[in-house]
């Protein structure tokens, strides 16, 4: 498997290839600004090579650990939210022994953790604390 491009944007990676409908409209919401302009600053990764490919997969294949990866998964498609799977991946295992968080978050909201995390504005538990009682963070 090859590794997942470098670069210095958050890496958005597909990985349901099933609805190319629902992958079109979620690529319009994710890049098209909000009504004060806010966007999420994405290298979209659209390569089959990704094809159901698992946070803990992709996470060893990114080129550094540390960096916030947005997947495009099953449910980030097929929900209505379309809910992408943020991850986290920590530089070394946390004091809990977990190597990576993860939260979902609705496309409209993207730009907000992606924006907040890759400037380190905010902490990761600022938006878990922030998630609805159902895991997804739909904004503060």
Do not use: C
Request: glycine share 4%.
């Amino acid at each position: 498997m090859k590794s997942l491009p470098q670069t210095d944007e958050t890496l958005l990676i597909r990985t349901d290839f099933a609805d190319q409908t629902a992958w079109q409209a979620l690529r319009t919401a994710i890049t098209t600004p909000n009504e004060d302009d806010f966007l999420a600053n994405l290298h979209i990764v659209d390569d089959p090579a990704y094809s159901e490919l698992t946070a803990e997969q992709l996470i060893q294949l990114a080129p550094a650990r540390g960096y916030l990866l947005i997947v495009a998964d099953k449910t980030a498609l097929t929900t209505p939210e379309m809910q992408l799977l943020a991850v986290l991946p920590h530089e070394e295992d946390d004091e809990m022994g977990e190597e990576h968080g993860e939260l979902r978050v609705i496309a409209e909201e993207l730009w907000s953790i992606e924006n907040n995390i890759s400037l380190a504005n905010m902490d990761w538990e600022e938006f878990v604390d922030a998630a609805d009682d159902d895991g997804v963070f739909r904004g503060f």
